[in-house]
């Protein structure tokens, strides 16, 4: 969620306010590096910043490393968007969170729907970074997956499987189904 927040809101900037090339870079950076090199370099600045580590680092961690997919996912949906319908709102006296609430983000539900769906599906299948920035007393899901393979795969770790592969599907039939009752409704 925070992720896709933030995403949506770095996709906006990047592409309507800024024409920087070496902010487009950062912007992107976190989904450009190795998960090793990324995870090091937050549990460094973790330490740097002396913030403690625990549920907390791994969402903020996760959140930035989402944040660059989700950004280029909106981003591409923010090219391919009508900027007119957002002229025609501010001539007709909105202002601009009017504007980007009742116009924009209506435009770019798609690409933000399927870059949280990507964020998401990365999320999960993070094991290094959030082994680097959990404590030790709150693993993550991947990391308690992880710890119990290394014995040998239990019934335990296949129900696990099969509840998350459920629960993958349904969201993304949900997602196309609410995609596809938006676009219906929007053509009318």
């Given at each position: 969620?925070?992720?896709t927040v933030l995403g ?45 580590l625990g549920l907390h ?87 308690v997956i992880y710890s ?41």
């Amino acid at each position: 969620m925070l992720a896709t927040v933030l995403g949506t809101l770095l996709a906006v900037g990047l592409a309507r306010h800024t024409r920087s090339k070496l902010l487009d870079a950062l912007g992107l950076m976190p989904a450009i590096l190795p998960d090793l090199v990324l995870a090091i370099g937050l549990l460094v600045f973790y330490d740097v910043v002396q913030f403690s580590l625990g549920l907390h680092s791994v969402i903020l961690s996760h959140a930035l490393f989402g944040m660059a997919f989700v950004a280029a996912v909106v981003r591409t949906r923010l090219a391919h968007a009508d900027s007119s319908l957002e002229e025609a709102s501010r001539d007709l006296g909105a202002g601009p969170v009017t504007t980007f609430v009742r116009v924009t983000l209506p435009q770019l539900a798609p690409g933000i729907v399927a870059g949280a769906l990507l964020a998401f599906t990365l999320s999960i299948d993070e094991f290094v970074i959030a082994f680097f920035t959990a404590a030790p007393t709150e693993p993550t899901l991947p990391i308690v997956i992880y710890s119990m393979i290394r014995f040998g795969v239990t019934p335990e770790i296949n129900a696990l499987a099969s509840i998350l592969l459920l629960v993958s599907f349904t969201v993304v039939i949900v997602a196309q189904r609410m995609t596809k009752i938006g676009e219906f409704r929007a053509q009318d």
